[in-house]
């Protein structure tokens, strides 16, 4: 981690007081800032906290929403729940990763996108449900999957052009790009 | 806002309200529930403030987000104030005919109506729409007509009223004696009599604590994600009697991750509810003092277990710990901590306003009251039911919910998640309450109702679910974590054609075992679905077993695809999305599958318009098969 | 001071008793594989589930003595039907997750389990979590702890690197039950503890071999055919999918060791 990025820890830590009782919401601003949990900030919560390493490590490996290597930038969660399921929500996972070239949930080598299932997220109604980042895609058919990646790379795709174009100097309007 | 510090100036401050409300306004009111939403719906808030902004008329008439309607199938969902009209379906490309018959006398448009498919007939109430009109909606009643962001719409319609009287007229003992007289029992799945766990929680010594459990973790049950997204206060005003009844001055909401619309209502209600003076130091100038504070959760469904969500507050794992001692003896920081859940909470303001008596003349003799059940899966209209106890099945599937998709037959209906059990299409006259499901061998649980048809493979639902509950295992205790895992392995050997018949005493002793031994509830139930599917559909575990033929043909590798070649139009649709890139076939010709290489995505026969894409099951390689003409399916002859 | 009634027999306990105390002040024998006197009980194993009923009325159900509160007019049997089923179910999954434990294979012949008909799964842990709560209550180390969930559960350092809290004791080999816990040799960084350093190292490679390998096994002694000098080899499966067939062929009378 660089300093900044350990200033930043230190930032949420600081926004909280040393109660056990406060470890998961300190990992949920952790997780949320830097898309997973650093091995160097649990060594810090632990000594804020004032407990052993060892615990703070059984819950980061305990709860889903954790993750101890890093995730992508987007996150596509695949509901499984029932009302998806039996509306063919496994074939519609099966169909993502498939597109992404993920042998099974995890993150993509570029870093773009992590896939995840999970269960439930409350759409039964709109079975099968995506949810990538904060949108919530409804009625989703193996047919849709492609086209509903294809946003998100674009943005991808023109964020790092937009990050290139600057980095070689041309930091003007010719960044526009799509 | 300055505070009111009396049920007096509560009083007062509402008929204040009362009076500054025009009820002939005309006010756009349009369902902002995460299903809408997800249709859509922050489109159409937009597009209507867009088109009066355009005419100018955005001082005469209001636009208000409310919470979920519950028919979710039919978002975006909006109604019309003070008519009164539904319309479903909307887009924003619809604001410009909604405001114009708004604006001019009051037309309903036309296209937007509910239509009902038995009549064909358009209906404009909510109320005239079937999957309305059997519901008794107690707790949801008020979602449609209330900005959840907006304590004075909860105000305006009688909100917190139920603890002016609590705190005007009432004892703590006589709150506990209402809820126990009422027979409310406990909404999150056990059943467990409210009146009596607050009774048994104020025989241990203060300081003591108050949750509220929002882990709903059920796959297929969003009935408190809507509660608490929708009218967070209603949740709010019964926790702060339950608090005045128990001497509770902290209290929790726990709340799943997956949640965070509901985390983020919830939130502004407690701060506006401050602001108001009806939480904080001196709620109300009655002396009483009581703290919520929102928790979210991480990712677990064991939490929604009381004693794991307990571990949870604590900031450790969420393993359950052995009962005795129950949470009432000791529970959060080991002092006495009743836990209940969302619709538990909100169905004490009713009981306070309503009267006990009347509540308790609603449901079944044991079951009383209304439940909310998430009525989803396999049936024509999905969403929000709240219905009083003792409802037949039928009427459920049938009355409320428009039938099956494609009239195609009830197999079974999935109650109480992961830990209820497959009820079969014959008993569909049973009356819904807790008993009865228990005797069926399912369970009331939290509400969650799947309903399935014939072309849910039983043994695949087995599966699912003990990978469901593999998955969410803490694992601290042997039976459930080894049992789970066990039984997971047997059921895709199954699911793959490999099982034999001892497999199924396997599971019969290991299900046992699980019911017998293990730690917590979720590992006593998790063998609920697998044994509730071998008692009431072993010939489909035996179809697997004995034939590898999966009757409802979903196990992929008893399933084949073939395309039926008087009926294949060549249009190449499906080679587009094949995921084995193995049909074969020239643009208008008849195309084939390569079986080598199909991977039975079942990606072509979504595609494939003049159906002429089938699934056969059965081994199809041997000699002499025949072919039943009804759907393709191949049955064995040797 | 409540009384309960144990198989019949009516006590008199001090509160705070569990039922397991209550029972062995008794003489009465609960297995347990998760216990131990000096650490606090974990109810993880199950083993110990005894039948509770409250009242004649009441229903019955199984929980775990260990943990479980003596209360006043409890009924407890420790050897109904219930529970030697449920005992007999738990020890013939135990030993298809660790054939080679000499303590499971004790409890097998002990308690009638001739058979296991799952697939040896050789896991070489039953998460009892003896090590962690010894290395946490009684060595005030907690340098070992638990990490994952459900069928990923598992003992673990934080990150999988020896931590400056371990000073080596060995009180996790020590109190281990199935004596599973293996030393890889000096590679100090990335290993659970220099136990050799304390130990005689273990041979642990006869997977075949479902005796002990620690010392022999009491059972098999007193069984005749199956002395150490005639030990057969136990077929493996070679087949995935089919359970292994572990056959413990001592038909013991005597309930072995005290170390329950």
């Known amino acids: ?178 | 806002m300055p505070r009111l510090k009396s049920v007096e100036e509560l009083e007062s401050f509402r008929a204040g309200l009362r009076t500054a409300r025009d009820p002939k306004r005309p006010c756009l009111t349009v369902c902002a529930g995460s299903g809408c939403t997800a249709a859509g719906a922050h489109d159409v808030l937009a597009g209507l403030r867009t088109e009066l902004a355009k005419h100018g008329l955005q001082d005469a008439i209001d636009v208000k987000s409310t919470g979920c309607h519950g028919f979710c199938e039919r978002g975006p969902l909006m109604i019309v104030w003070p008519d009164g009209t539904f319309y479903n379906q909307v887009a924003a490309s619809d604001a410009a005919a909604i405001v114009a018959s708004v604006s001019n006398g009051h037309v309903p448009v036309e296209k937007l109506l509910y239509r009902d498919p038995v009549s064909g007939k358009r209906v404009i109430h909510e109320e005239e729409v079937p999957f309305y009109a059997r519901q008794q909606r107690v707790l949801f009643g008020n979602n449609g007509k209330i900005d959840p962001k907006n304590i004075e719409d909860y105000l305006n319609v009688g909100g917190y009223s139920a603890l002016a009287r609590v705190l005007s007229t009432m004892s703590p003992e006589q709150v506990v004696d209402a809820v126990t007289r009422s027979g409310l029992r406990g909404r999150g799945g056990a059943g467990f009599p409210t009146g009596l766990k607050w009774k048994l929680c104020r025989e241990n010594p203060v300081p003591r604590y108050l949750i509220c459990n929002g882990d709903e973790g059920d796959p297929g049950a969003f009935m408190d994600r809507s509660l608490l997204e929708g009218n967070p206060h209603s949740v709010v005003e019964g926790m702060i009697i339950g608090a005045f009844a128990l001497g509770v001055q902290e209290a929790y909401v726990y709340v799943r991750a997956e949640y965070p619309l509901a985390c983020e209502h919830l939130r502004a209600a407690i701060d506006q509810a401050e602001e108001y003076g009806l939480l904080g130091d001196d709620i109300l100038g009655s002396g009483m003092k009581l703290y919520v504070h929102v928790v979210k959760g991480a990712g677990a469904f064991v939490c929604g277990e009381e004693t794991a969500l307990i571990a949870s507050l604590e900031g450790r794992v969420g393993q359950p710990q052995p009962r005795p001692p129950y949470p009432a003896q000791k529970g959060l920081w080991g002092r006495p901590t009743v836990i209940n859940n969302v619709k538990t909470w909100a169905s004490v303001p009713v009981i306070i306003n309503w009267g006990p008596e009347w509540y308790a003349g609603i449901g079944t003799e044991k079951s009383k009251g209304t439940m909310v059940f998430s009525l989803v899966g396999k049936i024509n209209n999905t969403g929000l039911v709240e219905v009083p106890m003792g409802v037949t099945l039928r009427e459920m599937v049938y009355d409320i919910g428009g039938g099956i998709p494609g009239g195609k037959a009830l197999k079974a209906i999935q109650i109480g998640g992961p830990s209820g059990g497959c009820i079969p299409a014959d008993l569909i006259d049973l009356p819904i309450d807790y008993e009865r499901l228990t005797e069926a061998g399912s369970m009331m649980g939290s509400g969650g109702m799947v309903v399935m048809d014939e072309t849910t493979c039983m043994v695949d639902i087995a599966r699912y679910f003990m990978e469901f509950l593999e998955d969410e295992s803490c694992g601290q205790c042997f039976p459930c974590r080894e049992g789970t895992q066990r039984m997971r392995q047997i059921l895709t050997r199954i699911c793959a054609g490999n099982g034999t018949e001892d497999d199924l005493l396997l599971l019969e002793d290991l299900g046992w075992l699980m019911k017998q031994a293990s730690l917590c509830a979720l590992g006593q139930t998790a063998a609920n679905p697998v044994l509730t599917t071998l008692r009431y559909f072993r010939d489909e575990y035996l179809a697997h077993i004995r034939e590898r033929r999966c009757p409802a043909k979903v196990c992929r590798e008893l399933i084949f695809y073939e395309i039926e070649p008087t009926l294949c139009d060549g249009c190449h649709a499906c080679v587009h999305v094949c995921a084995g890139q193995g049909i074969l076939g020239e643009k208008g010709q008849v195309h084939t599958i390569d079986r080598a290489k199909c991977t039975r995505c079942g990606a072509c026969l979504e595609v494939c318009q003049p159906k002429a894409v089938r699934v056969g099951t059965g081994s199809p390689a041997r000699a002499g098969v025949a072919r039943d003409g009804a759907g393709g399916d191949m049955v064995c002859q040797n | 001071m409540p009384k309960l009634t144990i198989n019949g027999i009516e006590v008199l306990v001090e509160k705070g008793t569990t039922v397991l105390e209550a029972a062995r002040f008794l003489g009465l024998p609960i297995p347990t594989l998760c216990h131990d006197d000096g650490l606090a009980p974990a109810s993880a194993c199950r083993l110990c589930v005894v039948e509770v009923r409250r009242g004649l009325e009441g229903r019955s159900k199984l929980l775990a003595a260990c943990s479980l509160p003596a209360e006043d007019g409890m009924l407890v049997h420790t050897n109904s039907a219930r529970v030697q089923r449920a005992r007999q179910l738990l020890i013939e999954l135990y030993v298809a997750t660790c054939p080679s434990s000499k303590r499971i294979q004790d409890l097998a012949s002990a308690y009638g389990v001739h058979e296991c008909r799952y697939e040896a799964e050789h896991e070489n842990c039953i998460q009892c979590g003896l090590c962690v709560r010894m290395c946490e209550q009684q060595m005030m180390a907690g340098a070992i702890g638990f990490a994952g969930r459900g069928a990923d559960r598992h003992v673990s350092r934080p990150f999988d690197m020896t931590s400056e809290r371990c000073r080596q004791c060995g009180a996790c080999l020590y109190i281990c039950p199935v004596c599973e816990l293996r030393c890889a040799g000096p590679a100090a960084d990335t290993t659970l503890c220099n136990g050799c350093l304390n130990f005689a190292p273990v041979c642990f490679q006869s997977y075949d071999d479902a005796m002990c390998f620690l010392d022999p096994c009491h059972a098999c002694e007193l069984a005749g055919p199956l002395r150490p000098d005639v030990r057969p080899r136990t077929p493996t499966s070679g087949v995935p999918g089919t359970p292994t067939k572990i056959k413990t062929r001592a038909r013991a009378t005597v309930l072995s060791g005290e170390k329950q």
Do not use: W
Request: aromatic share 6%; hydrophobic share 35%; glycine share 8%.
């Open chain 1, 1 to 178: 981690m660089t300093e900044t990025e350990l200033q930043q820890a230190d930032f949420i830590l600081g926004q909280f007081d040393d109660q056990r009782a406060n470890l998961i919401a300190i990992l949920q601003d952790i997780q949320g800032k830097f898309y997973y949990l650093p091995q160097e900030v649990l060594g810090r919560v632990a000594r804020k906290l004032r407990v052993p390493l060892t615990d703070v490590y059984q819950v980061a490996t305990f709860y889903r929403c954790f993750s101890l290597v890093p995730r992508g930038r987007h996150q596509v969660q695949v509901c499984l729940g029932t009302a998806c399921h039996v509306r063919g929500a496994p074939r519609v996972l099966d169909r993502i990763l498939t597109d992404l070239k993920l042998a099974g949930p995890g993150t993509t080598r570029d870093r773009q996108f992590t896939v995840l299932p999970v269960r439930c997220v409350g759409c039964c109604g709109l079975a099968p449900v995506v949810r990538v980042d904060n949108s919530t895609h409804p009625h989703l058919t193996q047919a849709k999957v492609r086209g509903m990646l294809n946003k998100y790379r674009l943005k991808a795709q023109t964020q790092e052009e937009i990050a290139s174009t600057e980095e070689a100097g041309d930091g003007d309007a010719t960044a526009q790009v799509g």
